[in-house]
């Protein structure tokens, strides 16, 4: 039978419980459990897809099209799973389920409540995960911090989850700040005690408290904690400060988690294989180049935005023995200072996705200047639609192109809407989402990296290259790498005669994880430490691996 982890969160908001919900995930899938994660979000948003990344940060994109939050990219790059829509529950969408059982007449005439309706639903929402792919361990984060009145419906389902599906199959996890206090010298304990109470006060006893810190507990905080707590002093875990998100799981590791929570659970103990994941902290930790990409985009003050962008870079510099440095440039800055002022010296340039004319001349800049100064360049969704705009602008000739998007009268709508999107209103989930095939076609720098006849990447967007522009760009020197199978819609375009000069409708940045990087990513990297090496004189590799 399925066994069910539930991790809740004290004291503060953004305590990491995503990345501990990843971590505990790879921990058990190193001692061949299947593991599926769920999240549990308590904004009444159906889904976080018309949300600003400015609020939000980044929307993530399953395979089967969800737009969901970015836990879920955590989840599936630290378990190397794929998620589906599934795997992210907001509030919005069990109200939603529930109005409309009510209004179809499911519940006879009953009055509709919080309980037992809604909790119902939401634990009729974690059953669905664990009958879907029937995994060993379903863990399930609930988002927001206890206290929270919009998460008591979800604390109340999860209360009532145990005595369902029996004791010995439920385990819930509290993830707590420790403090240290400077002005006293010592750590402080007392916000753990009262989030653990506040949880108790609901009816959830911890069976695991995480402590979150800056450094270890020591023994006598941890026999303390275990007493107030009435958690077992070896169920109380140290979390401590790292210096990336990969080190989570051998710390935690080493602190025992696994090992106490299979305990817990009835489960057998086996012994964990986590070499793949101990290199890659070890690659991290003794990078051999140093770079510089420049992340341009409109969103920059919020690095959350392009979290899954970052974390495909950091892979791929990782696996090429690269030291990333970001330098992000805010698009805007670029409509009215010349383009060097912010790129120069840098060894490559990201312009990733977004939506929305503001900001988006600034990118054609930036796209601009790294075509003509010969920087390796990765453009994605509206990364590759900016490169199709600077190219008719710059090289085919049109001054005016433009997307229909940013200017619905312009004389050369390079970008446009498909015929069947002309009439969507409603902004939520009407783009073309999810997983879509791309026949990559050889000799191209596309095929190169992927070494595949056909890929499939997902996708998230609305507007398309106008293909009525198919034979100008072709002509100019550009080339089209990848299409859809039946080639109508354009999904890779290259310039052959660049160092990398490369821009995608899909984003790979999804499908990207730590022991597996993603080929355009890579591909871009190697490219840009090559620049980086002839630049300072050290022969270039003929292979970074």
Known sequence: MTKFIFVTGGVVSSIGKGIVAASLGRLLKSREYSVSILKLDPYINIDPGTMSPFQHGEVFVTQDGAETDLDLGHYERFTDTSMSRLNCVTTGSIYQAVINKERRGDYNG??????????????????????????????TEIGGTVGDIESLPFLEAIRQFRKEV???????????????????GEMKTKPT??????????????????????RPLPKGLKQKLSGFCDVP???????QDAKSIYEVPLN?????????????????????????????VQRLHSPKHELEIAIVGKYVQLSDAYLSVVEALNHAAISTYGKLRLRWVNSEDLETEPAETYL?????????????????????????????????????????????IEWARHVGGLTGANSAEFDPHTTDPVINLLPGQQEVVDLGGTMRLGLYP?????????????????????????????TTYRDLLLKSGYVISGTSPDGRLVEIVELPKHPFFLACQFHPEFQSRPSSPHPLFKGFIQAAIALSLSISGTPTPLEVS
């Open 110 to 139: 009953g009055t509709v409540q919080v309980i037992p309706h809604i909790t119902n639903e939401i634990k009729e929402r974690i059953l669905r995960v664990a009958k879907s792919t029937n995994p060993s361990v379903v863990i």
């Open 166 to 184: 029996g004791r010995q199959n439920v385990l819930y996890m509290h993830v707590t700040l420790v403090p240290w206090i400077a002005s006293a």
């Open 193 to 214: 005690q009262h989030s653990v109470k506040e949880l108790r006060s609901i009816g959830i006893q911890p069976d695991i408290l995480v402590c979150r810190s800056d």
């Open 233 to 239: 002093e070896e169920c109380v875990i140290t979390s």
């Open 252 to 280: 935690l590791e080493r602190e025992g988690m696994a090992e106490q929570v299979l305990n817990l659970l009835q489960m057998e103990q086996r012994k964990p294989d986590l070499t793949q994941w101990q290199t890659l």
């Open 344 to 388: 120069k010296g840098v060894d490559g340039v990201v312009v990733p996705g977004g939506f929305g004319v503001r900001g988006v001349d600034g990118k054609i800049a930036a796209i601009k200047y790294a075509r003509d100064r010969q920087i390796p360049f990765l453009g994605l969704c509206l990364g590759m639609q900016c490169s199709v």
């Open 438 to 466: 791309c026949r990559v076609l050889p000799d191209t720098v596309a095929f190169k990296l992927y070494q595949e006849d056909v890929i499939y990447e997902r996708h998230r967007h609305r507007y398309e290259f106008n």
